[in-house]
């Protein structure tokens, strides 16, 4: 049986794939929903580039995301990306971090989903 034991799972862009920026968020709060029925969860959500909108104020998937925190997953955003986009105080959910962090996370992480 697969599971997300010590996955870190990425998402670089607000919402999943590539396309209609609607159907990318409907896609990934989708994702996010059933991630956290799953039995063993992902150890580590990271985001950067235009996913640190997803944790932000005003993003459609926080509900997802505080649910999946509070069953321990640790979320994780670029903190020059939200600087980039000016949503430093305007985070949600998770912390921010450095890309140093997001390295070591990826170093230590058995298997890699890019989103």
């Known amino acids: 049986m697969q599971s997300f034991k010590n996955t870190l799972i990425q998402i670089a862009q607000k919402g999943m794939g590539s396309g209609d920026a ?11 929903k059933l991630v956290a029925e799953e039995e063993e969860l992902p150890r580590v959500i990271t985001f950067y580039n235009q996913g640190v909108e997803l944790i932000a104020d005003g993003s ?12 321990g997953v640790r979320l994780l955003a670029c903190k020059t990306c939200l600087n980039h ?12 971090g450095t890309m140093m962090d997001i ?13």
């Open 22 to 32: 609607e159907l990318a968020l409907v896609l990934v709060k989708n994702y996010l």
């Open 60 to 71: 459609p998937v926080i509900t997802e995301l505080k649910n999946l925190q509070d069953k």
């Open 85 to 96: 986009f000016g949503l430093l105080d305007k985070v949600e959910v998770g912390i921010a």
């Open 103 to 115: 390295i070591e996370l990826q170093k230590v992480a058995e298997k890699v989903i890019n989103l």
